[in-house]
């Protein structure tokens, strides 16, 4: 390969030898054309311009190389520069880069030296240095801390400080830095002492923050810096012993108000186990927040000199239980100076609570709304509340003394003293007594008598509880006398009202209940349901129920309970159960009242079957709308390929290879119109060509066809009625509808897996309103007689759930959809007014039964609807028609076909174009195809505008719909002719030749 590079060898060589070789060339060309232009005369025209073209386009060359390689030499030049430049550039920063590594190994390798020395230094400091964190955990010591406190050099730094044998003092003091803010952290020096097994041993400590999260801590005895304490005092320790070993409470506290010290009883008054808990803390750690008030005052009264005793205060335990205390507190001085507090506690909780218990006692006594008097062994009265002594008419202080004597006559005093024999041999008396008022009238008490105990429980005195009955007996009267009312209301109700106990038993019922039963009420108290002719199900059920309530005391709805009656009816009851207590007995029990909602439960079956077949017939209402929306395109849409394809095989020889190809088109046509009719029968605007047939001898008609289609499993057998009313029908309707039903037992025997059987059996019915109600759908058909279609088969069967969409379109249990299948079947059905009846069950086969109204007299206005045989028409046609279609692709076919046919054509793209070209053709226009669904202005709208132009112009409807629905829709003037899409040439031709026959509609 050459070198492309200008600056090497071979590149500078190549040059020089294009450079030399342009110099040559140039002048020798100059000379070759100078001699062709001298000899120009002697030599052909042709010869020279050719010589001249040559040389020219050989210096246009020669040339454009000789700027080809300014160019290329340019370029290389430029791009060698730029590689040079990124060169230099790259080489800067990766010596820059080399640098950077370099300063910072040097700076990490630095910092590992000073780690080193500082790591050295703290080894060697004799004070305890470490570093805690947030939480109190150590993170970290030197060599001096590790020794002090027995730490191994292996062991996690994460250690608790309490676990080490660390003071709570400096824990709790050190971790009060981190309540402060962080600008506020500074050094913190303070004192404490530590007892230790050699004796008490004094610290300095300080303090840093280090970070956010740590502190750092240096420690330092100064034991050895202060003056050597005291030998120990043999009596100090002695009472040192004693209050440890006292029952009573002890605490000392600082100037700041801080637990120094507590002995046992003082923890076990509080609840703490340890005293790590307490030692250290505020003693607002003990107090209730209402009593701090009088604590501080307590509190300064001390640390001013004052010695205080015998104050009670209330405190509160660790679990948050209040205790009540007796205090004496004085000063601790040393040297002089008040140094703290210490104070002994008597724990009075249980006075306090039986002080105030006898004060609520003395109150409630006082306020008790019955009377109650305190009297000794023989009854004279020691104490009465105001209760008692209103009820009487005398004071409490005209009570004190007198005997109970006083408040009963002497016709009394036999009751009243056995009331007292009974109290002091039983200890209780419960009892009905009449007492004297001191105005002389009586009234009837309740007495209740308890005897009073002393210490020894021997009896010193009797508690007497009067409560008057007077407005009890009043109120019970009136009781009864409501109850009574209200049973006779009860009795009124329709509605089954009982009470029963636990064991089930009848305590009040009502006279619907007892008619229930087939019983009076007076037969149904103390009975129960099994001594009636009630089944063992629905007693089990209620006696459930019952004890439910009566166990859990909350009521129970219960919306659906089926019982029967005594004449052997089944009734649904709507029951509502609630906790009961007899009067007469205090025993639970348990309230019942029962609507019967028989009648209703079948009006909302009924209105819900209704509400269901509504909705099932608008759902198909409106997939008849969409069906027969859609029919009516694809019939404009067979039009156009059927017109086509007619015309395409009358101009293809028939041994020509696409005349089988444009006749397999018109076979896929005429398939898709079949469906087209199928959702058009679904919908029920199917074409009907109504006439009165025998339903027995159209099936007979069909047994041929019927024979082919069915499955070999399937055994058909017919059960065909003689002299059966005719049907008002469309015949091949009526056999698109058999063929359909009789298909379908045949996948249903096949289905089975064996062999089956198929019958088909006509007869006449009479129908009854209620039976067609039972059918699909209930059209509000009238009940009279009816013609029946029955097809039955011993194939698979049917669900329930299955049989509510066998008529929904293209619904099918087979793994592929076949079509419209029964759906068009019901829409044929419905079309003919008709109903059908579906029975069906898994494995047992299915029945379906056709009931199609009995014949009667034909309208004269349907006679149009009757078939005529026409004779055969010639091939050519003659005169002007107006076709009107908002299909472009039926215009177009339909104008080619009428146009060969020999008539002249107008056309139009709908009503609105249509009336004004009628207007101006008037007197040419021989006849109308007027299409009836377009958008605007539909067919109907037209043909009235057209008539008012010329009343006597025949006008032909076409439409995909059924030509019953279309010309029913004409009021008055109707159309003087019906063709359905798509249609066949020959048909089109044929009604023409009728209506354009029978000329002018002109009197």
């Known amino acids: 390969m050459i070198e492309l590079d200008p600056e090497t060898t071979a590149g500078k060589g190549l040059r020089e030898r294009l450079t030399g070789l342009m110099v040559w060339l140039i002048p020798l060309a100059a000379i070759v054309l100078a001699v062709v232009e001298g000899v120009h005369e002697w030599v052909r025209p042709e010869a020279v311009t050719w010589v001249r073209h040559l040389l020219v386009v050989s210096a246009g060359a020669v040339a454009a190389t000789l700027w080809a390689l300014v160019l290329w030499r340019t370029a290389v030049r430029d791009i060698d520069n730029r590689v040079r430049a990124r060169t230099a550039e790259l080489e800067t920063e990766n010596l820059a880069l080399n640098l950077q590594i370099e300063e910072r190994r040097r700076a990490v390798e630095g910092l590992r030296r000073n780690e080193a020395l500082q790591r050295a230094i703290l080894s060697l400091l004799p004070d305890l240095v470490f570093r805690i964190r947030r939480d109190g955990a150590c993170v970290g010591f030197n060599t001096s801390t590790g020794e002090y406190h027995s730490v191994p050099s292996g062991s996690a730094p994460t250690s608790r400080l309490r676990e080490r044998g660390f003071s709570p ?58 003056p050597a304490s005291p030998p120990a005092d043999p009596d100090r320790e002695r009472i040192r012993d004693a ?139 020691l104490l009465a509340n105001d209760a008692f002594a209103s009820l009487h008419g005398y004071s409490k202080e005209e009570l004190t003394g007198r005997h109970v004597s006083l408040f009963h006559t002497a016709e009394q005093m036999p009751g ?28 009837a008490s309740h007495l209740q008598i308890s005897l009073l105990h002393d210490r020894r429980h021997n009896p010193i005195g009797m508690i007497l509880t009067f409560r008057d009955m007077s407005e009890h007996r009043r109120v019970s009267e009136l009781l009864r006398a409501s109850r009574s009312k209200l049973l006779q209301v009860v009795d009124l109700l329709p509605h089954l009202i009982y009470a029963k106990d636990k064991r089930g038993r009848f305590l009040l019922a009502n006279r619907a209940v007892a008619r229930a039963y087939g019983v009076s009420v007076q037969d149904l108290i103390g009975k129960r349901d099994e001594d009636f002719d009630v089944p063992v199900a629905e007693i089990e059920a209620s006696r459930r129920a019952d004890l439910e309530v009566i166990e859990s005391g909350q009521p129970k709805f219960i919306p659906e309970f089926t019982t029967t009656d005594a004449t052997g009816k089944t009734r649904i009851l709507q029951t509502t159960k609630i906790p009961f207590v ?86 896929a046509a005429q398939r898709a119109a079949v469906l087209s009719r199928q959702m058009l029968a679904f919908s029920g605007r199917g074409k009907f060509i109504v006439e009165k047939i025998d339903l027995s001898n159209l099936v007979r008609d069909m047994t041929d066809t019927i ?26 309707q009526i056999q698109q509808l058999v ?19 198929i019958v088909v059996s006509t007869c006449v019915a009479h129908c009854t309103r209620e039976m067609l109600a039972s059918t699909w759908i209930d059209d509000n058909l009238p009940e009279g007689e009816y013609v029946s279609l029955e097809v039955a088969d011993t194939g698979c069967g049917m669900d329930e759930a299955t049989v509510k969409k066998i008529f929904d379109p293209f619904f099918t249990t087979k793994f592929t959809g076949r079509g419209l299948g029964l759906a068009a079947s019901l829409g044929i059905v419905r079309g003919h007014k008709g109903a059908i009846k579906v029975v069906s069950r898994s494995a047992e086969g299915s029945k379906f039964q056709v009931f199609l109204p009995a014949a009667f007299p034909i309208p004269e206005d349907a006679a149009g609807d009757k078939r005529e045989t026409k004779q055969a028409l010639v091939a050519e046609g003659h005169g002007s028609i107006l076709l009107i279609d908002d299909d472009e692709a039926v215009i177009r076919a339909g104008k080619r076909i009428l146009e060969r046919a020999g008539y002249e054509v107008f056309t139009a793209s709908g009503g609105r174009e249509g009336v004004p070209l009628f207007k101006e053709h008037a007197d040419e226009i021989g006849c109308v195809l007027l299409d009836y669904m377009m958008p605007y202005m539909d067919g109907q709208e037209t043909f009235v505008e ?7 112009v025949p006008v032909i409807i076409v439409s995909g719909c059924g030509q019953s629905e279309v010309m029913s829709r004409f009021k008055g003037e109707k159309p003087d002719g019906f063709i359905q899409k798509p249609f066949e040439v020959q048909g089109l031709f044929e009604t023409l030749r009728v209506i354009m026959g029978k000329g002018s509609r002109r009197a």
């Open 707 to 732: 024979r082919t289609s069915v499955c070999d499993r399937a055994l058909v057998k017919y059960n065909l009625a003689g002299d059966i009313p005719l049907v008002r029908a469309d015949a091949t």
């Open 243 to 381: 209050i440890e070993t006292t029952s009573t409470g002890y605490f000392q506290i600082d100037r700041d108000g801080r637990y120094r010290a507590v002995n046992a009883a003082w923890l076990a008054m509080h609840g703490y186990q340890t005293d790590e808990d307490v030692l250290g803390q505020h003693y607002a750690l003990t107090e209730v927040e209402s009593e701090m008030a009088k604590t501080k005052g307590l509190m300064d009264r001390v640390f001013k000199g004052e010695t205080i005793s015998g104050v009670e205060v209330t405190h509160q335990k660790k679990d948050g239980s209040e205790i009540h205390h007796i205090v004496s507190i004085g000063p601790v001085s040393r040297e002089g100076e008040i140094r703290g507090a210490h104070g002994f506690l008597i724990d009075v909780t249980d006075r306090a609570r039986s002080q105030e218990r006898l004060t609520l006692l003395s109150s409630a006594v006082a306020q008790c709304g019955e009377g109650i008097v305190v009297t000794d062994m023989v009854g004279r009265v």
């Open 169 to 226: 003092e400096i824990l709790r003091r050190a971790l009060d830095l981190f309540s402060s803010p962080p600008e506020k952290r500074t050094l913190l020096t303070f004192e404490y002492g530590v007892d230790l097994p050699r004796g008490r041993t004094d610290f300095e400590a300080r303090v840093v923050p280090f970070g956010e999260n740590d502190l750092l801590c240096v420690v330092r005895d100064v034991s050895l810096l202060r």
């Open 416 to 443: 009243l003293e056995a009331a007292f024999e009974e109290a002091q041999k039983d200890g209780h008396f419960d009892g009905e007594v009449w007492h004297v008022r001191r105005d002389g009238s009586t009234f």
């Open 946 to 952: 057209l008539r008012r132009v010329r009343s006597d």
């Open 582 to 667: 007899e009067s007469s007995s205090d025993a639970p029990a348990v309230l019942s009242a029962s609507i019967d909602i028989t009648d209703q439960k079948q009006t909302d079956g009924e209105r819900r079957n209704l509400e269901a077949r509504l909705q099932y017939l608008h759902k198909l209402e409106s997939l008849g709308v969409l069906a027969g929306g859609i029919a009516h395109n694809f019939n404009n849409l067979f039009m156009g390929v059927l017109g086509n394809a007619d015309q395409a095989l009358e101009d293809i020889p028939e041994e020509s290879p696409a005349y089988e190809a444009v006749k397999d088109i018109e076979r």
């Open 739 to 757: 063929g359909s039903l009789v298909a379908n037992a045949s996948e249903a025997v096949e289905e089975k897996k064996e062999s089956g059987t």
